[in-house]
């Protein structure tokens, strides 16, 4: 008996009608994608390889999360998007009230309650040159579908980081506030951390002081007290950072912005990155250096279960 591993070289050898029956329940549920107005099943979601956001990274974007049917803090991402837009002389297509009715609708149309949506606006098609002039209609797109950064264990036990030679991009030359899809710093620092055995790693800014990680922002707990660098230093204004900044208020954990070293995270009593993404998650470890003791610390804990309670009340419904 001849045994197929892989599909394509079984198709060829199954009848049509053969090939749906073994398949069909496996590609029953199609993800749809929101593309320029219309809802289109994800392999006929296609952009003009003349777009500028694929041949320049010239677009900006959105990482958002759904949970339990509630999009957490939609209007916090669709202003910071609207600013991004702004600061990149990009007209957003649509207005903020058709983007968050395209973005529900986009969760609704996949029968997702718990999702990762990527909310994406490039420049359009152009020419091969730079100019954006030459983009006369944007495109925007938006996937919902699932996402998943860290294996369980780590939000348990914590992340051991490492900081990478790659620096951040300077304020001068790129406002770490503009969420734009030209990532490749962050990529850089990314494969860096790889190569060094580490999941996520700590960026510098040019004067050596901690910006934030490669997709996360970085806190520090030290003797009661919750810092995190200011995004002067160029760190990205995240959501999830703002809700913690919220959620310390609410705990009654003082919290300050400050210049940061590697010296102030090795020393310090906790630490955590936050991310749409990631969410809130402990670090233990960072270049080699024990954090505390080694686990994942109280005030760490507090702001996690304080998260997780908000995430399902403070947004919108679908």
Same mark, same amino acid.
């Given at each position: 008996m001849k045994i197929w591993t892989n599909p394509a070289d079984l198709k060829q050898n199954l009848a049509d009608e053969d090939w749906t029956k073994l398949f069909a329940p496996a590609y029953a549920v199609k993800m749809k994608i929101y593309l320029d107005g219309k809802f289109v099943d994800s392999s006929e979601a296609k952009v003009s390889v003349f777009d500028h956001g694929l041949l320049y990274g010239d677009g900006v974007?959105?990482?958002i999360r759904l949970y339990d049917g509630n999009i957490f803090r939609l209007e916090e991402h669709l202003e910071r998007l609207e600013y991004s837009a702004k600061a990149i002389m990009l007209k *957003?297509? *649509?207005t903020r009230d058709? /983007?968050? @009715?395209?973005?529900c609708e986009t969760c609704r149309q996949n029968g997702l309650t718990d999702a990762y949506i990527r909310l994406v606006v490039t420049r359009g098609v152009g020419d091969l040159g730079l100019a954006p002039w030459l983009c006369p209609k944007p495109t925007i797109f938006i996937i919902a579908s699932k996402i998943s950064l860290y294996p369980q264990e780590h939000y348990d036990n914590g992340l051991a980081i490492v900081t990478v030679p790659t620096r951040r991009i300077g304020p001068a030359s790129l406002p770490p506030a503009i969420k734009s899809l030209n990532y490749l710093n962050n990529i850089l620092g990314k494969i860096e951390a790889k190569l060094f055995g580490a999941l996520e790693a700590i960026m510098l800014n040019e004067q050596g002081y901690v910006a934030e990680c490669t997709a996360d922002n970085v806190f520090i707990v030290h003797k009661g007290t919750i810092i995190t660098p200011a995004a002067s230093q160029g760190a990205?204004?995240?959501i999830t950072r703002g @809700?913690? /900044?919220d959620i310390a208020a609410e705990l009654g954990v003082p919290l300050r912005e400050s210049d940061m070293t590697r010296y102030d995270i090795w020393c310090a009593d906790e630490c955590f990155l936050t991310g749409s993404g990631a969410e809130v998650i402990p670090v233990v470890k960072l270049d080699g250096r024990v954090i505390g003791t080694g686990k994942p610390g109280p005030i760490t804990h507090r702001v996690l279960e304080a998260f997780r309670r908000r995430v399902l009340i403070e947004g919108t419904r679908i």
């Open positions: 974007f959105e990482g *957003l297509p *649509l058709e /983007i968050r @009715a395209a973005t990205l204004k995240g @809700a913690v /900044i």
